[in-house]
């Protein structure tokens, strides 16, 4: 029950002062600036004018944890300690008593400095104030979208795709089944779906919402809040690594990027070997992997290639590397422009997501779905698994307990919560939360002659593993992705508040090759005597000098494209000219210099995996073959926390056939 007195706890604010170091930090990072060549605005349109403390205040409010908000609050107040600022900045007086170039000054010297944990703290507020800044419109309009040319929201389609029909909860509730699936995206969706049409109850809980094709409305910083977990603001302990997932009905699979990559020949080998079991290579898993492609209607069809991925194909060729089509999971799929805002949720119903197939079938099969669910524990008699306790709000604000009794629980909210609900529910497997992979990814980005307007285009339709084998099946991946404001106002480095403007400014004729790692070292899931999920992980030497040679690659296939000026997502950013001579060595001799750990540079981990392993040891992994618990019989783990190690390409196709091949052995042994 500690998950739900924490839920439940107050959150009294920020303070008066703690509120007046936000509204100067955000003046200091976003400033009002006079411009003769600002006709749009941009630089006039600062932090006071659009109201930015206002809602970076409501984002510190929403970070779920109350550790990670006691932190900012803390570092807030720290900024403005007089004595702190003398030791670290020179000036004996409180941030808010300094001048604007004094303020930048003290900022510039958290951002750069030789403490991880300073470094970490100025990233969290810059992530957080450019973010509030720039993700929501301001009376509908906003000039840094002026700027650029970027249409904001799309006028609505004239057809709508409905919510799926859910279980509304208004009072404690005891429900009966045979399965109770806790987490609905690729893995959770997939078992839901066969076994309910299989004729088996089920019982399916997420602790997202329920969106239709109206709810997504296409203002970034509404999605993220409403439709990622935790709100997108989520990330490892040391600030150095944003957790983006999906959460609501058919989890990630309903935000993500249709990206249909079946789990590679020699990886699935490598698993076997690794794990002990023969399942990967086996005939089972490939019909598995053959019966999800079909069911989502995997191919090529839709694989038009917009201006982004126009540049990848072409840079590559030009360099004489590896460029390949990305199968994605749609039918009639709009490419173009609507694509583009598809991380936000497909509103024409073109994308293939567990919501719109297997989950749909699950509730047209008698399965009862319930959103916004809170999973507290398992419930455990004699060794065996035999429902869930969990809690659901109601339509007045109250929280409702509902248990569910069930002969099988499956766990599926994905590799940060199911090791948590794991341990919360007295599981002392000590493999439990560790090997956590992330597939960090980071990026090298483009400045073009011409307009790309990276926000357009099918979302991934080329890619090039030309880098994907740096040594033992470890390397890194290119893929591009659509880039709206989010992305680069997180993401893009900062080294004084008129060039990160000036970078957000052009972002019409930027492009962006993204490098995505398949991460060798692992990281882990630990759980809190609050019963939350912290995740804790660094680049290991290994993967940073993959790291390394993909952002030396990325920036050569850019160049190649025909790009002018690149930069780095380093702090401050390294830049170069592809006119200069020596230019590719110099470039890396800079990043080299900024460092690639610990909030020296931006990553993002958009695919979390292989935090409670498939093995045959259960003195190393978390389930066996079956995905049935080692420790709780009747338990079974379907979702990327089941995979041995990291897959190497976006997961999304090998979890479902995870999913499947479990529900279908379910079924044998019914």
């Known amino acids: ?108 010297g958290y951002s750069r400095s030789r403490l991880a944990l300073r470094r970490a703290g100025f990233q969290a507020l810059k992530r957080l104030v450019h973010v509030a800044h720039y993700c929501w419109p301001v009376n509908g309009r906003h000039p840094a979208w002026e700027a650029n040319g970027y249409p904001g929201p799309l006028p609505e389609p004239s057809s709508a795709v409905d919510p799926l029909p859910a279980l509304v909860i208004e009072r404690d509730t005891v429900l009966d089944c045979d399965v109770v699936v806790a987490g609905s995206g690729a893995g959770g969706g997939v078992v839901a779906g066969l076994l309910a049409e299989a004729g088996l109850r089920v019982v399916v809980l997420d602790e997202g919402g329920n969106p239709g094709s109206h709810d997504f409305n296409q203002v970034e910083g509404d999605v993220l809040s409403r439709y990622y977990l935790d709100s997108g603001l989520i990330m490892t302990q040391s600030g150095s690594l944003p957790i983006l997932a999906g959460s609501c009905l ?143 709000p109601g339509p007045d604000g109250t929280r409702h307990q509902l248990t569910v009794h069930a002969t099988i629980v499956v766990a599926s909210c994905g590799s940060v919560n199911t090791p948590a609900l794991l341990k919360r529910s007295g599981l002392d497997n000590p493999a439990i939360g560790r090997g956590l992979r992330l597939h960090p990814a980071t990026a090298i980005a483009g400045v073009f002659p011409q307009r790309v307007e990276p926000w357009t285009g099918a979302l991934q339709t080329r890619y090039s593993d030309q880098l994907a084998d740096l040594g033992d099946g470890y390397g890194v991946k290119f893929e591009t992705a ?33 490098v995505l790692l398949r991460d060798r070292d692992p990281g882990r899931v630990a759980v809190g005597r609050d019963g939350r999920p912290r995740v804790h992980y660094e680049l290991s030497r290994h993967d940073v000098a993959n790291v390394r040679q993909g952002l030396v690659g990325a920036a050569q296939v850019l160049a190649a494209a025909g790009a002018t000026e690149l930069f780095s997502l380093h702090t401050p950013p390294a830049r170069t000219r592809v006119s200069e001579p020596a230019w590719l060595e110099r470039f890396g001799e800079t990043m080299d210099h900024r460092g690639y750990t610990k909030c020296r540079m931006s990553y993002i981990t958009f695919h979390q995996m292989a935090s409670c392993a498939m093995g ?22 379907a979702d990327a926390s089941a995979f041995p190690t990291s897959s190497g390409v976006n997961p999304m196709i090998t979890i479902m056939a995870i999913a499947d091949h479990i529900a279908r052995g379910i079924l044998e042994r019914w």
């Open 250 to 392: 058919g989890g990630g699979t309903v935000i993500n990027y249709t990206t249909s990559f079946p789990l590679p020949p020699a990886i699935r080998g490598e698993w076997d070997r690794l794990s002990g079991l023969s399942l990967f290579t086996s005939p089972r898993f490939e019909r598995s992997l053959d019966r999800v492609a079909l069911r989502l209607d995997v191919g090529t069809r839709w694989t038009t290639p917009g201006i982004r991925d126009q540049l990848l194909e072409r840079g590559c060729k030009s360099l004489g590397w590896h460029v390949g089509i990305i199968p994605r999971n749609v039918t009639r799929c709009r490419e173009g422009l609507e694509c583009g805002y598809c991380g936000y949720g497909c509103r024409h119903g073109a994308k293939n997501s567990t919501a719109r197939t297997y989950l749909a079938a699950a509730a047209r099969a008698g399965a009862h779905l319930v959103p916004g669910c809170d999973v507290l524990r398992i419930l455990v008699e004699a060794g065996r698994a035999t429902g869930v306790v969990s809690v659901v």
């Open 616 to 637: 045959a040891d259960p003195a190393r992994s978390v389930v066996g073959e079956t995905g049935e618990s080692h420790n709780v019989r009747g338990l079974y783990v």
């Open 482 to 514: 659509p880039v709206h404001f989010a992305l680069p106002a997180s993401g893009f480095g900062w080294e004084s508040a008129i060039r990160h403007r000036e970078d957000i400014g052009r972002l019409a004729n930027i492009s962006v090759v993204g």
């Open 1 to 108: 029950m500690c998950v739900y007195v924490y839920r439940m706890a107050e959150n009294p604010g920020l303070s008066a002062r703690e509120r007046a170091v936000l509204e100067a930090v955000c003046d200091t990072l976003i400033p009002s600036i006079e411009r003769a060549e600002d006709p749009g605005g941009l630089f006039i349109f600062g932090a006071r004018q659009a109201g930015t403390a206002n809602r970076a205040a409501q984002l510190i409010g929403a970070v779920p944890d109350p550790a990670d908000r006691n932190r900012l609050r803390l570092l807030l107040r720290t900024l403005d300690n007089p004595v702190v600022n003398l030791l670290f900045a020179g000036k004996l007086a409180a941030f808010t008593a300094l001048l604007p170039v004094e303020r930048e000054a003290v900022l510039r």
